[in-house]
């Protein structure tokens, strides 16, 4: 009765071209619509909407990247123009990984739901898609290594699963990561704004002055803003109603501790390969349970290193 309620659900909602089922095992395979509705999923976590999500038929490959061109003067009587490429490639290659996101229902928790269509419908979405788009952000922030067998009890947020954008910053670009700052009225930097200035020193010259870098804060780097916590569930960040060294500064969740990013919009780029991207549904009739195995392979990568600086282990002296 339950697997035809998720059967029933599926073909209802076209999520599917094709099923192949046997008595206990329900297979989803992708068609482009529920691709789009995987991507729908991954922004339901609001700060996803800073991250370019690609979806590729390519399991690996070059980063595309515009590049930064300011108007110039050539004396053509000395030397020829020298057209700037409009697009640049990163000299890395991306290489998605599978990660999953396993999950389970009781028969009963339908059964109890039965007169109810929607609350019913609600749970089986859940089946599908619980929890994937914050656990992506934790995973892209936190990241530090991919193990074959990850260990949630040891890393609970993700750390062993894949080399999130941050580990790709210290790994690539080492010269773009400021560690251990002191912050404080008699150290090096007497407030956290000339601390964002310095690190704007990193950053292309037309980056630093365009307007476009924001300072993506933890939670405990801002003392002197509010925070809601139920904004910060339901969107996924906090837009702050200050700017400091010219710096729009939200606050996300999931970001290590007295850490700051600054970055561009969409330098962040999370690549999802969709021919890795499959669903399973287990009948697991001897633990009156259904299990929901949701697999893809993703990437998190870095357009442009020279556009990001990572600020981390920020100390504030008192």
Same mark, same amino acid.
């Given at each position: 009765?339950?697997?035809?309620?998720?059967?029933?659900?599926?073909?209802?909602?076209?999520?599917?071209?094709?099923?192949?089922?046997?008595?206990?095992?329900?297979?989803?395979?992708?068609?482009?619509?529920?691709?789009?509705?995987?991507?729908?999923?991954?922004?339901?976590?609001?700060?996803?909407?800073?991250?370019?999500?690609?979806?590729?038929?390519?399991?690996?490959?070059?980063?595309?990247?515009?590049?930064?061109?300011?108007?110039?003067? %050539?004396? %053509?009587?000395?030397?020829?123009?020298?057209?700037?490429?409009?697009?640049?490639?990163?000299?890395?290659?991306?290489? @998605?990984?599978?990660?999953?996101?396993?999950?389970?229902?009781?028969?009963?928790?339908?059964?109890?739901?039965?007169?109810?269509?929607?609350? %019913?419908?609600?749970?089986?979405?859940?089946?599908?898609?619980?929890? *994937?788009?914050?656990?992506?952000?934790?995973?892209?922030?936190?990241? %530090?290594?991919?193990?074959?067998?990850?260990?949630?009890?040891?890393?609970?947020?993700?750390?062993?699963?894949?080399?999130?954008?941050?580990?790709?910053?210290?790994?690539?670009?080492?010269?773009?990561? *400021?560690?251990?700052?002191?912050?404080?009225?008699?150290?090096?930097?007497?407030?956290?704004?000339?601390?964002?200035?310095?690190?704007?020193?990193?950053?292309?010259?037309?980056?630093?002055?365009?307007?476009?870098?924001?300072?993506?804060?933890?939670?405990?780097?801002?003392?002197?803003?509010?925070?809601?916590?139920?904004?910060?569930?339901?969107?996924?960040?906090?837009?702050?109603?200050?700017?400091?060294?010219?710096?729009?500064?939200?606050?996300?969740?999931?970001?290590?501790?007295?850490?700051?990013?600054?970055?561009?919009?969409?330098?962040?780029?999370?690549? *999802? @390969?969709?021919?890795?991207?499959?669903?399973? *549904?287990?009948?697991?009739?001897?633990?009156?349970?259904?299990?929901?195995?949701?697999?893809?392979?993703?990437?998190?990568?870095?357009?442009?290193?020279?556009?990001?600086?990572?600020?981390?282990?920020?100390?504030?002296?008192?």
């Amino acid at each position: 009765m339950a697997m035809q309620k998720i059967k029933n659900y599926l073909e209802k909602n076209k999520k599917l071209t094709d099923i192949k089922e046997d008595e206990r095992l329900l297979q989803v395979e992708y068609n482009t619509a529920n691709l789009e509705k995987l991507r729908a999923d991954i922004c339901s976590n609001e700060f996803m909407k800073f991250v370019d999500i690609i979806i590729t038929d390519e399991e690996q490959g070059y980063i595309e990247n515009s590049s930064d061109i300011i108007l110039g003067t %050539t004396d %053509t009587r000395l030397k020829d123009k020298e057209p700037h490429a409009v697009v640049e490639f990163d000299n890395s290659i991306f290489k @998605c990984e599978t990660v999953e996101n396993n999950n389970y229902i009781i028969f009963d928790d339908i059964d109890k739901r039965r007169h109810d269509k929607k609350a %019913t419908e609600k749970l089986i979405e859940r089946l599908f898609y619980n929890n *994937i788009s914050s656990n992506l952000v934790s995973v892209g922030f936190n990241g %530090t290594h991919r193990a074959d067998n990850s260990d949630p009890l040891k890393y609970p947020l993700g750390n062993d699963v894949a080399k999130g954008w941050l580990q790709k910053i210290r790994e690539q670009a080492g010269e773009q990561v *400021i560690n251990s700052a002191e912050v404080g009225k008699e150290q090096k930097y007497k407030s956290l704004a000339k601390l964002f200035k310095k690190a704007k020193e990193k950053v292309h010259p037309l980056t630093a002055v365009n307007g476009e870098l924001i300072a993506f804060c933890g939670l405990d780097i801002l003392e002197d803003e509010s925070v809601n916590s139920n904004d910060l569930e339901r969107k996924g960040y906090i837009l702050t109603s200050s700017v400091k060294s010219g710096l729009k500064r939200i606050i996300v969740p999931y970001l290590p501790p007295n850490s700051v990013l600054l970055t561009t919009a969409e330098n962040l780029t999370l690549m *999802i @390969c969709k021919n890795y991207t499959s669903f399973k *549904i287990l009948n697991n009739v001897s633990r009156n349970k259904i299990n929901s195995l949701f697999s893809t392979a993703v990437s998190f990568e870095i357009k442009d290193y020279k556009k990001a600086v990572l600020i981390e282990k920020v100390n504030f002296i008192e």
